[in-house]
């Protein structure tokens, strides 16, 4: 797990070596076990590393000097093993035990054709000095992050947006459609992000540069190939105990000690169940829950999942002030502009976490891959009747998240054209998908093109690796993401039930009251706590701030603010402001800072 970066330029700058270095300090927190950069002309490449397999010879850049071949890459290829003996048969000579050298090897021995063979979470940059090429690429479900801007003499490229900011000679202008997006949707998605020119390589897609600037895009995995079928659970089960068998003794390999964040729910249960299964030594678990809230959390039954499987637990209670001193550490961790709540208690389980472990296992992907959200159990004629509203994506994700009248009166004139654009990328994955496909295969499909990559997987990409964490997904092996795809709807939902497969699977690990009780989500009550002293401050400050007037109308602001201390619920839209004002400091007005861990919020929003 690392940080990766750099650039291909037809021409060589002069400063390129200085450039280089502070693509590289910009992603410090992402690898702060070691560096390397490698510079060649107009090629730069940088690293910075998380040493998880290999320990002592893993350093990167690594290269293929007899083939004129270099390489950097962030994430696990799980298949190592299995690979390395493959291509070593194949009269492949390896000069290192890192798993990241299969990726440079299965290049030499089938160019273009090697992406297929990888199994894992990765982004890379090789370099092909005989061709003359650079090759970008990102694993199948978008686990880890690539981004790249094209400039006049070629293209640069970076693990995360800061990076990229620190070659720039200034900050490019924002996108507003990305904007309206992130703020009617949590996060925005697809190519585009929050600055105009910087995209992102889309999961299970590779580009090629040459030298003479010229770019190929192709895409080597989609889920719509996946086909329905029909099958038995009995016949379901026996398939998946082999995947999940051997997804997990994959994603165990590891050099160094791991744990697990240990939600009150489903997902991360059946993975612990899985790690006692396979291992002997008690798990390292860590798990987080509220004071001061209305609802209730999921402590207790994170720590009874905990006592029956016998772990190292590590539950931790935040509070309101814990929780909101978090918002700008996340906000420079994530860089991606994005509004997620679970980032805040995210961003502080990864810090303990990290004083034990450098890797945790997480339960991402559960929902989207077996069909948990009460979202994928609308009826035909609820479908019907929302898609009548907001045509193009068969009902599903129709609803922004700020209510009325609130985008009427607080969005400024840019924002409130770009409105068109919010539904874009939810109706283009609708229609994207085969017709053989039922709606809740479509639906899965939106999500996990979308939300997953774009949101989800920003959050636990992003938050631990602020703090120099590997997040491990065993539910994203796009094996088990094809077979959940696949199953017919009426093994995996029924009426108040989602993930019906998942849980009747598990039934032979985890307790039948903990696998069927309703499901809550992960809610951090950041409503119940907007309010008081720092609804006060925030009050006087948010209004005049520079961001915020340029965006949006102050007035409308003002009103929102009196709404919500006059005990009218408008949290998700002040929150969503507040971040934003807070993101155009860190990344717009004075990019290059680094935020503590722990932060008053009020005090970085500057009133112009």
Not at 381 to 397: D, T, V
Request: charged share 25%.
């Amino acid at each position: 797990m690392c940080g990766i970066a750099g650039f291909y330029h037809r021409h060589p700058s002069p400063d390129a070596a200085e450039r280089l270095q502070r693509m590289a300090a910009a992603l410090h927190h992402r690898g702060p076990d070691d560096s390397g950069v490698y510079l060649r002309g107009g090629l730069g490449l940088a690293h910075t590393r998380l040493s998880i397999i290999d320990l002592a010879g893993g350093h990167q850049p690594l290269f293929d000097d007899q083939r004129g071949l270099a390489l950097v890459a962030n994430g696990e290829i799980y298949n190592y093993v299995e690979l390395r003996e493959e291509l070593i048969a194949a009269g492949r000579p390896f000069a290192t035990h890192s798993d990241c050298e299969t990726i440079l090897q299965a290049y030499a021995e089938h160019d273009r054709d090697f992406l297929p063979r990888l199994r894992g979470m990765f982004a890379f940059a090789l370099h092909d000095e005989r061709r003359g090429t650079l090759t970008l690429a990102r694993d199948r479900l978008g686990i880890k992050p690539l981004f790249y801007t094209e400039t006049s003499d070629g293209i640069a490229f970076a693990s995360e947006i800061k990076a990229l900011l620190a070659l720039l000679p200034t900050p490019p202008a924002i996108n507003p459609r990305a904007l309206a997006q992130y703020l009617q949707n949590q996060f925005n998605s697809g190519e585009e992000t929050i600055f105009e020119g910087i995209r992102r390589l889309p999961p299970g897609s590779a580009l090629r540069i040459d030298a003479e600037g010229r770019i190929e895009r192709w895409r080597y995995w989609s889920a719509l190939t996946v086909e329905p079928r029909q099958c038995s659970f009995e016949e379901a089960a026996r398939e998946f105990d082999q995947l999940m068998d051997s997804a997990m003794h994959e994603h165990m390999r590891s050099d160094v000690p791991f744990g697990l964040f240990l939600s009150g729910g489903v997902d991360s249960a059946i993975l612990l169940a899985m790690l006692d299964r396979y291992q002997d030594k008690p798990i390292r678990s860590f798990s987080v829950g509220f004071s001061g809230a209305r609802l209730s959390d999921e402590l207790d039954d994170a720590e009874r999942i905990a006592h029956r499987f016998r772990t190292e637990h590590t539950p931790l209670k935040l509070d309101q002030q814990a929780v909101f001193r978090r918002l700008v550490h996340t906000v420079w961790t994530a860089d991606d502009l994005m509004r997620d709540y679970a980032s805040l208690p995210t961003d502080i389980l990864a810090q303990h976490a990290s004083r034990e472990v450098k890797v945790v296992f997480t339960g991402e992907g559960g929902d989207e891959v077996f069909a948990g959200y009460g979202r994928y159990r609308k009826s035909a004629l609820q479908r019907w009747a929302k898609n009548l509203i907001a045509p193009g994506s068969g009902g599903f994700r129709t609803r922004g998240h700020w209510r009325r009248p609130w985008p009427r009166r607080v969005f400024g004139a840019e924002l409130q054209a770009a409105q068109a654009a919010v539904r874009e990328p939810f109706i283009q994955a609708w229609q994207a998908t085969p017709r053989r496909w039922d709606d809740v295969q479509r639906s899965q499909y939106v999500d996990l093109t979308t939300a997953l990559p774009d949101n989800l997987l920003v959050k636990a990409d992003r938050m631990l690796m602020g703090f120099g964490l590997e997040g491990r997904v065993p539910f994203l092996d796009h094996r088990i993401v094809e077979f959940g795809l696949s199953l017919p709807s009426e093994l995996k939902i029924k009426p108040g039930q989602g993930k019906l497969f998942l849980k009747r699977w598990a039934e032979q690990y985890l307790p039948h009251d903990h696998l069927y009780r309703k499901k809550r989500g992960f809610h951090v009550p950041v409503g119940d706590w907007l309010q008081g002293d720092f609804l006060a401050g925030l009050t006087e400050k948010l209004p005049r701030n520079p961001a915020i007037r340029q965006w949006f109308r102050a007035g409308g602001v003002e009103q929102m603010l009196a709404a919500q201390k006059a005990g009218k619920d408008a949290s998700r839209e002040i929150w969503g402001l507040m971040q934003f004002a807070i993101w155009h400091r860190l990344f717009v007005e004075e990019p290059g800072q680094a935020p503590a861990a722990e932060e008053d919020p009020l005090e970085w929003i500057s009133e112009g």
